[in-house]
Structure formats: structure tokens, C-alpha cells
């Protein structure tokens, strides 16, 4: 495979800690429901999955925000949970509601006739990869993603989103043993998903240990941050003659941020909860960071969109300027950009962010 | 008014910093409905606020677990949007669901409408106070509780439980003003309430910040921590000749230890996520520390829930023993108990509790 000679390397640079004209940006989802032209294109579709699993959708979803706004990065539309689908759990999404798996894994029965999915299964989402590379055409990267070990075991155990993951917590503290096996075969599938999605065009990666924050502390690393420790140790790190950045990111993971500073990945995503400043101490010296506006200041004012903007990229401060690496930043949300959100607040957001981050390197 | 002599004062000397003989033990929610004769009395009132209106009924579940379980302190049977309530937006709870607002606070004019509530309004909380102190005879110390200014107003705000807290925070970073009036006078209105409560009998005073850790840094100091402050700042510090140790509980505020640590308060509640070895080094020369077992481990085996509890006392390590004060551990969940709890899961871990933690100071 060859694609189009990349045009914007701002993204990549700042993942490898290199310095940058400005800071750059994406949005958690930002291709999804908050874009009239999504709500289009997954009508046509039928259903969430019809979407995911279609090459030309995926696709055009995918480019819409780009066609929008000045983002740096794209990055694949998929869901975090068909990993645990091609494993034969059967996922579903109902109008309005969150995912669910038809087959939840409750006993140690289910748990042992868990097995890394065929990747067969899931050649659509790496057809989707090439297919988006192409459209892409050079114009920014495209990110591949995974739900982490411990995320998926969630939604597995679950069946469904959680208040208070009372049965996975449940095999946690009851059955170490299941859940062990579970997550080590979660892992081995995600490090194998995750390559694949390199191996089709995807030019950084990330990881979304999206529950690794409900974890009581000792249980998160036992649980969370050994097995995204084990995915991260089976990824390629260069692909084509290019270094494939891995970014790691756990929604309120903000406590355990030093001991997640030692996992061998290149970027740490942090929720809205974390003061840059201090993570930048603590971990800037061997990670970039990414993030971490709370999507809800979208719904201020444009101008107060801007000046929490602004806020965010002084609390990290004067990224890393001139040769070799240092610290750097990738301005992001701390979690997905809401359904709800006004499009137009968003053109404020990129015109604050990157405005604002060349005012910091020039001062 | 005159009560019985305390004859446990294990809880409210770890409070304070004291050596005790073994690590007090209270459990947040320990008055609900994984307990059958709560469910029991809770079908006689009919409905949750009829339980909580009911001076004999709210002292009957009180002592409930009490009768089952060698705990060292009780706690008010109540919920912590009775202050709203009384402010006129209109309580209730249906069945199975979480509390809702008939009157919702979603514009300038229901914020300029909101006022300080009288206290005569409340009157059946503290009439409760003091029928459970009675009834106690002295037995193990009385806590009363609120929520916090910022917790009240996102239910204010939100109507009811919410995933994103999308209206609170709108209100929050579009029109400042507005919040900052609402939680002025939210902290006025909390600290009015405790005080009666502790004029009514109260040993010692929580404030429930259940919903502090959905904020932003930054965000968390300014909208909630200074008005926890206001509140703590206006409270009785002794009664009837005793000291009234005053408790702050921020769920999910880990991250803001440190400058919790400055707070005029006795003890920080933290939740399941912080390592109390930490906490202990961070804020253990000022303040008592309380929690943090994950309430499920309490689905685990007794002989696992042992285990745990044991090893939530090694985290803390060995307290202050001897004269004058020190680091000091109360031990709670990190949260409330699940109603789905088996009830002698909890003989289970308050006998490691008690037992492991006599052993540690004898170590």
C-alpha cells in the first residue's frame, strides 16, 4: 500500500514531542451526532453498526468535520466495542440508548470460551483504514483506536454501560482468576487489532481505557494499566518507515498519572479534572499530553469558549521550541464532544486553540 | 436539652486526631435498603420521604443497622436534598428511580427567587436529630449531614441525576454569576442546617460534595471548594462543651488532596481511587482520614472482603498511638453501600476492621 505524501505533520510531531508552529487539535468523536451531516449520513444508514461496518460511510463520516474545521488529526470512526463483537457477543446499539452485548460474559464457562477473534471478522474496520487513508489524501493523519483490556471487560461483564459495575467488580474481587484470563485475551486481541489497523494505513494509535477510572487504587494497575501495558508492549512502533505513535488515555486516571508516566507509549491523555501545569511536571519530561477542555464549556458563548480555550493551553504553558524533544501538548477535549454541542462553537474552539497556542510560542 | 454519656468515643477521637484502640468503622448508606427490616419499615411509610418525615420512623432505621453490626458512630437517616426541598423545588422520589425536582432551577429568575429556606421547614429533620440521639442513650455518637452548596445546585440545576451534568455546567460557564449567587446562597442555607442539626443533638457534621469531581480544575476550586469553605467557616465548633469534629467528603477529589488539606474541617473523606498511604503523607499532619473500600468488594466472599478490608488498614499503616494527636483512619466505603449487599458480608468486614486493626497497633 502507499498513500499521499502527508501535509500537516503538526499532530505527529507534537506525539513524538517535537516542537510545532501551534498547538494542534482534534475532538474525541468528532465525527458524530453533534454534525447535522452525520444524523444525515446514519439515517441512510440504518442503524449505528450499518454505519461502522460500511466502508464508504465510515468513510464519509470520518472527513465531515475535517471538511468543517481546521482539525489535525482525523481519526477513525468506529465504536470501542467490536473487538468483544467479533469474539461473538453480539453487539447492538437501540435509538437513543448506549451499546449492548446479546451475550454478556457472567460465568467461567463464558470467560473460558473466550479467544482472540479471527481478524477476518473485523476487516471492515481495517477496510474502513485504507479506505479513509486514501480519502484523507495526505491532508492530516488518521488515528486508530481500541477500547482498552479493562474497558472491554467492562462492557462484556456488564452487558451494557454501568452505573456501578457491580459485576465486573463482582468477578474482580471474587474470581481474580477469570478476570485475569479475560483481560489477557482481551489484550492479545486488542495489540492484534490495533497492528491491523496500522498494517491498513492508520498512522498513530490510541487506546481508550475509558472505565479504568472506577477502579479502587491497586486494582487499577493490577487490572487496568498492566494489560494496556501488555498491548502497548506488542505494537509496532514503525510502519512504512514511520513511527507510529500510541497514545493511552483513562478517563479519571488523573491520580495514578506518574505510574502511568513509566508505560512505554509516547502520549497520555487526561480528563478536564487534571491541572496540566502539574502533569506537565510530573510527566512532561517523558510524555506529550493530550487534552483536556470539559465538552461542556461548549455550550458558553463563543467568546467564553475561547477564554477556557485560552485557559487550557496557559495552564500547560510555552510548549517545547527549537531542536530535539521536550515537552509538548495536543490540545483535545477530556472526553467525547456531546451530541448537543452548536457546530459553530466548535469553529470557535480551533480558531481559539490555534490562534492562541502561536501567541504562546511567539511571547 | 441533656443526653446519656457517650460510651464509644472511638470515632470521635480518631476525628480529632487522637490515638484510639482500634480503627473506628462507620459505613456510608449503612441505614438503607440492602437491609431487609429497612425495606420493611420503608413499606410502611410508603415512600422514601415518608420514611424521612417520620421522627420514629427515620430513628428506627437509623439504629437498624446498629442492632446487626458493632458500628462506631450512626448517621442521620435522611437524604441530602432536603435544604432544596425546602427552598420549594419540590422533592420527590419515585420508586426504583433517584430523586427528581418538580421545579427545576434553569433561568436568572428562579436563581434571584432562591433564598435561604426558612429553618422551621426542616424542622422534622432536627425533631429526628434528637429522638436518635435519644434513642441512642449514648451508644456510639450521632453524625448529622448535608450535601455540599455545589452538589445541591447541580440537582437544582439538572432537576435529577444526570450523565453529563450538561445544564449545571451550561450554567456554570455561560453565566458565572448566576452559579456563584446560587451556591452563596446554597452555603448559607447548609450551614444554617447544620448548625440546627447540631443544636439538635448532632456529635459530628458531614458535607456530602458527592458531585465535586465532575469539575474541571480550576473549576472545582472556584464553584465548589470555596463554598464548602463559606460553609465550614459559619459552623458551631463545640456544643453543650463538646468539640464538633466536621467531616468534608468530595467524591472523586482525589486529585485535589492537597488543597482540601487547607480546609477548616477535621477529617477529608476520599474515595476507593486514593491510595490512604498517600493521602496519609499528603494531608495525614492536619487532617483524619476517612474511607475507602470500593462498596464492591462487599459482593466478593467474607474471607476475600476480609482480605481487603485488611488491606485498605495496611494502606493507612499504623495510626497515631499515644498522647496528643497524629495521623488518624476511619474506616468507611468510598461511597454509599449498594442496596444489593448481602447483609452478613458486613459482619465480615466490621470483624476484620476491628480485629486487624487492634492488630496493627499492637504491631
Redesign the interface.
Known sequence: MSFAPLQNDTFLRACLRQATDYTPLWLMRQAGRYLPEYRATRARAGSFMGLATNTDYATEVTLQPLARYALDAAILFSDILTVPDAMGLGLSFALGEGPRFAHPVRDEAAVRALAVPDMDKLRYVFDAVTAIRRALAGRVPLIGFSGSPWTLACYMVEGAGSD???QV??M???RPDLMHHMLLINADAVAAYLNAQIEAGAQAVMIFDSWG?V??????QAFSLAYTERVLAQLHRTHAGATIPRIVFTK?G??WLEQMGALDCDVLGVD????LGRARTLVGERKALQG?L????L???PE?VQQ?AR?VLD?FGTPHRGEGTGPTHIFNL?HGI?Q?TPPDHVDALVEAVHGHSRALRAA
Open positions: 456501578d459495575y457491580r467488580k463482582t474482580l474481587y471474587s477510572g477502579l479502587a487504587d491497586g486494582a487499577f479519571g488523573g491520580l478536564w479534572t487534571v491541572n483536556n470539559d465538552p461542556n464549556v455550550f458558553a458563548s467564553q477556557q485557559r495552564s477530556g456531546s448537543h
